[in-house]
């Protein structure tokens, strides 16, 4: 039987609210170690994607519009809704992972959020989470 995404996914990972800040993201990014959050609204559904490239992007507007000391005011003053992805893949926790795995490889994707069928997030699947399968299968 051939896994699926649900075999290697993350389960109930960290989210964050479109209305929550730069400055909340950047915080929870830097305590929990992850590189990818994803946006749900009040019912719990997918509407973007934040990465820790477009976290540094703007960081680096930031920098180069304002001066250093303003960044942690300006952070707190940028919600996530005007920064966060809205143009990205999502994948069922039902698919098989190596079509999936196909899709990582061709898109150079660094994550992909797991939905529902009604949209609902339930988990997310990162190059990292292949990364330790191939260290396992190797071992």
Do not use: W
Request: hydrophobic share 45%; proline share 4%; charged share 20%.
């Amino acid at each position: 039987m051939s896994q699926t995404v649900a075999d290697l996914m993350t389960s109930d990972p960290y989210a964050v609210s479109a209305e929550n800040t730069l400055h909340d993201a950047h915080n929870l990014m830097k305590e929990k170690n992850i590189r990818h959050i994803p946006v749900i609204d009040h019912n719990g559904e997918l509407v973007g994607m934040l990465t820790q490239k477009i976290m540094i992007a703007q960081v680096m507007n930031i920098m180069a519009n304002y001066s250093p000391s303003a960044l942690e005011r300006k952070e707190k003053q940028t919600k996530i809704h005007t920064i966060m992805a809205t143009d990205f893949t999502t994948v069922l926790a039902t698919q098989p992972l190596q079509d999936v795995a196909r899709f990582f490889v061709d898109n150079r994707h660094g994550c992909m959020p797991v939905i529902t069928e009604k949209n609902k997030l339930v988990g997310i699947l990162t190059s990292s989470d292949f990364v330790r399968l191939a260290a396992a299968l190797l071992s």
